[in-house]
């Protein structure tokens, strides 16, 4: 994930010890990373209100930086499921937003345009990523996907998924034919912060 010359400015995460945290701990850490982060971002904005942290954010966005609130938003299910990207690359990523929201014609820029991108490069030292490689597995509400002739992705709930292993039958509304299931999604599927 590193670009030649990049050197992240955060310390590093030990993996192993955020896994070993309790949802409570764990909560308290974030909240000091970001903390860390909102000191970086100080460096170049000394005005730069501190954010505050919620952890309500649902479904398959990481992480968001709301302006109207005042504060970054975390999706607890996805940080507990992919604690060491939350720690490396969303909390820079979203503090990230916050600092170029401050700046002087801040709101006019776009989310992952240049000012972002050189945040994320110069003051964070991280390759400026818009979408991660998360585990949305357990926080998506949709992880079943079924096919069907046509190959148009259908995504079932774990309710929906239960009818149709129960023998209820559904058919694609473009082709007609019945739905197969696949897999549930993957850890490997990309999940996108929001803006
Ligand atoms: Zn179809
Ligand atoms: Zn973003």
Redesign the pocket.
Same mark, same amino acid.
């Given at each position: 994930m590193s670009e030649r010359g990049l050197t992240p400015a955060l310390s590093p995460s030990n993996a192993a010890e955020l896994d070993a945290l309790d949802a409570t701990s764990l909560r308290a850490r974030l909240c000091e990373r970001a903390d860390d982060a909102w000191r970086l971002a100080c460096e170049i904005h000394p005005a730069l209100p501190r954010p505050r942290v919620w952890f309500d954010l649902k479904g398959r966005s990481a992480g968001q930086a709301h302006y109207g609130r005042g504060g970054l938003r975390f999706n607890a299910v996805l940080l507990t499921d992919n604690r060491h990207v939350f720690f490396d690359e969303i909390v820079p /990523?979203?503090m990230a937003?916050w600092l170029v929201f401050h700046l002087e014609n801040g709101a006019r820029a776009r989310? /992952?345009g240049r000012e972002w991108k050189g945040v994320m490069r110069g003051l964070y030292g991280l390759t400026p990523h818009?979408t991660h490689r998360l585990d949305v597995s357990r926080a998506s509400p949709q992880p079943y996907l079924y096919r069907c002739d046509c190959e148009t992705p259908h995504r079932f709930t774990a309710r929906r998924h239960a009818m149709a292993r129960r023998g209820s039958r559904y058919a694609c509304r473009r082709c007609g034919s019945r739905l197969r299931f696949e897999r549930v999604v993957a850890a490997d599927t990309p999940a996108v912060?929001?803006?």
């Open positions: /990523h979203e937003h989310p /992952h818009v912060p929001n803006a």
